[in-house]
């Protein structure tokens, strides 16, 4: 298997400090890569939200092929071999996926990690889910509403209700970087904790929509919202149709609502 040997001069924490760090493949593929069984340098520090690293290389370089960056990430694995898990999970999701690349997660290389000398077991070294990942395109300054949004749940216990990038916030907005929707994740999860019904073991969630004259909708898609008048019943039933991931559309005898 190939190795990653990190070598620094105190323990690694959340703040981030120099390391040197020497990767050694076992694939004759990659052994002459100039990346390749030499010392790089880089800045690393350790993941709050798994216990897992994270460093940026002095360097862009292509490791295993992966994609050519100067950001990676360690994934720890874990209790119970996580990181196996975690990436039989990113492979066979890319293997299935629609060709559309804003749906993919990351590639990534299983590989053993060396601290000053110590063995810490497997990690998953993978790149980022970020803007180059997911081909976003660049910030729009001109148009906000247009703009693709990243977040991140910073950790999974706590309130997720409250307003990202605050102190308390579990959730981190990733890009844009300059324009502000922490609205957004708030927003969402407010909708989904005033769900009428949460079906505990297919965790699908039913709601009541009830439609009057001006309806407001979230569709989901690019967290882009609608709101216009709606000529009749059946032209709003349809608009709801179109809506991703809602399914099991009901009328409500009687009513202007429906049950999703």
Same mark, same amino acid.
């Given at each position: 298997?190939?190795?990653?040997?990190?070598?620094?001069?105190?323990?690694?924490?959340?703040?981030?400090?120099?390391?040197?760090?020497?990767?050694?493949?076992?694939?004759?593929?990659?052994?002459?890569?100039?990346?390749?069984?030499?010392?790089?340098?880089?800045?690393?520090?350790?993941?709050?939200?798994?216990?897992?690293?994270?460093?940026?290389?002095?360097?862009?370089?292509?490791?295993?092929?992966? !994609?050519? +960056?100067?950001?990676? &990430?360690? /994934?720890? %694995?874990?209790?119970?071999?996580?990181?196996?898990?975690?990436? @039989?999970? =990113?492979?066979?999701?890319?293997?299935?996926?629609?060709?559309?690349?804003?749906?993919?997660?990351?590639?990534?290389?299983?590989?053993?990690?060396?601290?000053?000398?110590?063995?810490?077991?497997?990690?998953?070294?993978?790149? !980022?889910? +970020?803007?180059?990942? &997911?081909? /976003?395109? %660049?910030?729009?300054?001109?148009?906000?509403?247009?703009?693709? @949004?990243? =977040?991140?749940?910073?950790?999974?216990?706590?309130?997720?209700?409250?307003?990202?990038?605050?102190?308390?916030?579990?959730?981190?907005?990733?890009?844009?970087?300059?324009?502000?929707?922490?609205?957004?994740?708030?927003?969402?999860?407010?909708?989904?904790?005033?769900?009428?019904?949460?079906?505990?073991?297919?965790?699908?969630?039913?709601?009541?929509?009830?439609?009057?004259?001006?309806?407001?909708?979230?569709?989901?898609?690019?967290?882009?919202?609608?709101?216009?008048?709606?000529?009749?019943?059946?032209?709003?039933?349809?608009?709801?149709?179109?809506?991703?991931?809602?399914?099991?559309?009901?009328?409500?005898?009687?009513?202007?609502?429906?049950?999703?």
């Amino acid at each position: 298997m190939p190795n990653i040997k990190i070598e620094v001069s105190s323990e690694i924490t959340n703040y981030t400090q120099q390391c040197f760090l020497k990767i050694s493949p076992i694939s004759n593929e990659f052994v002459k890569s100039r990346w390749a069984n030499h010392y790089l340098s880089a800045d690393i520090r350790k993941r709050d939200s798994d216990g897992g690293f994270s460093f940026e290389l002095y360097q862009s370089e292509n490791l295993f092929q992966i !994609r050519d +960056d100067d950001d990676w &990430l360690l /994934l720890p %694995q874990g209790k119970y071999l996580d990181s196996l898990r975690t990436k @039989m999970a =990113f492979d066979i999701f890319n293997m299935i996926k629609d060709d559309n690349s804003n749906y993919r997660l990351p590639h990534s290389k299983l590989i053993e990690v060396f601290i000053n000398g110590n063995n810490k077991g497997f990690y998953l070294l993978c790149e !980022r889910i +970020d803007r180059k990942l &997911l081909n /976003l395109e %660049q910030e729009n300054f001109d148009n906000p509403e247009e703009n693709d @949004m990243i =977040f991140k749940a910073t950790n999974w216990d706590g309130d997720f209700y409250t307003i990202p990038n605050s102190i308390d916030s579990s959730w981190e907005q990733i890009y844009p970087n300059i324009i502000d929707f922490s609205y957004i994740p708030k927003n969402l999860t407010e909708f989904i904790h005033n769900a009428t019904e949460i079906d505990e073991n297919t965790n699908r969630i039913s709601f009541i929509v009830t439609f009057k004259q001006k309806s407001k909708l979230l569709t989901f898609k690019k967290s882009r919202e609608f709101s216009r008048e709606l000529d009749s019943k059946v032209e709003l039933l349809s608009d709801v149709q179109k809506i991703a991931y809602i399914s099991n559309i009901k009328v409500i005898d009687g009513s202007n609502s429906v049950e999703i």
